[in-house]
T-cell receptor, first 114, second 111 residues
Framework: AQSVTQLDSHVSVSEGTPVLLRCNYSSSYSPSLFWYVQHPNKGLQLLLKYTSAATLVKGINGFEAEFKKSETSFHLTKPSAHMSDAAEYFCVVTLYSSASKIIFGSGTRLSIRP | DVKVTQSSRYLVKRTGEKVFLECVQDMDHENMFWYRQDPGLGLRLIYFSYDVKMKEKGDIPEGYSVSREKKERFSLILESASTNQTSMYLC??????????FGSGTRLTVV
């Protein structure tokens, strides 16, 4: 069975400090992994995706994530938070590259302190 | 850029009404999805479709139906709206093997 666990429901950091949003997954097969961001009153936007190429994936807006198979993790990081990063972030896993069904984590709300 | 357009941003409907939520994508994607998003529950899959006239139930299909008569359009239908269907509804499309593109969402309130 597949599952996605986002370890923190809420993360608060100061502007200019690093961001770490944690995600662990379980999958019997090689997964495809994604991070999405949702700003208030907006739809979901793809930040980055891992599909068995490079384990360090760079996304938009300075975000990146590292796939660690031994730890079954896909944590999202950013070196320096910006006020505009305040949003909700979802870690997502799909089983096969052709799968139609995806599993969303429960989401992590990121707050940025001035 | 792929665009997924949901016809309404906000809707208010009365209990018992039949409600149509429309979603159109412009990049010939085979797969389309309807999710609802509720605080504390995250995103839950209602229905998805992997081809014209094909549909599959998701995790919470009760009270909903869907229609996919054309590849670009995927409609979610609430046969008889109830207050527990008040939610944010998100449509998505996907090319097999690629990431998902989401619409901006429709916030439905049933009174």
């Amino acid at each position: 069975a597949q599952s996605v666990t986002q370890l923190d429901s809420h993360v608060s950091v100061s502007e200019g400090t690093p961001v770490l949003l944690r995600c662990n997954y379980s999958s019997s097969y090689s997964p495809s992994l994604f991070w999405y961001v949702q700003h208030p009153n907006k739809g979901l936007q793809l930040l980055l995706k891992y599909t068995s190429a490079a384990t360090l994936v760079k996304g938009i807006n300075g975000f990146e994530a590292e796939f660690k198979k031994s730890e079954t993790s896909f944590h999202l990081t950013k070196p320096s938070a910006h006020m505009s990063d305040a949003a909700e972030y979802f870690c997502v896993v799909t089983l096969y590259s052709s799968a139609s069904k995806i599993i969303f984590g429960s989401g992590t709300r990121l707050s940025i302190r001035p | 850029d792929v665009k997924v357009t949901q016809s309404s941003r906000y809707l208010v409907k009365r209990t018992g009404e039949k409600v149509f939520l429309e979603c159109v994508q412009d990049m010939d994607h085979e797969n389309m999805f309807w999710y609802r998003q509720d605080p504390g529950l995250g995103l839950r899959l209602i229905y998805f479709s992997y081809d014209v006239k094909m549909k599959e139930k998701g995790d919470i299909p009760e009270g909903y139906s869907v229609s996919r008569e054309k590849k670009e359009r995927f409609s979610l239908i609430l046969e008889s709206a109830s207050t527990n269907q008040t939610s944010m509804y998100l449509c998505a499309s996907r090319l097999t093997g690629a990431g998902y593109t989401f619409g901006s969402g429709t916030r439905l309130t049933v009174v």
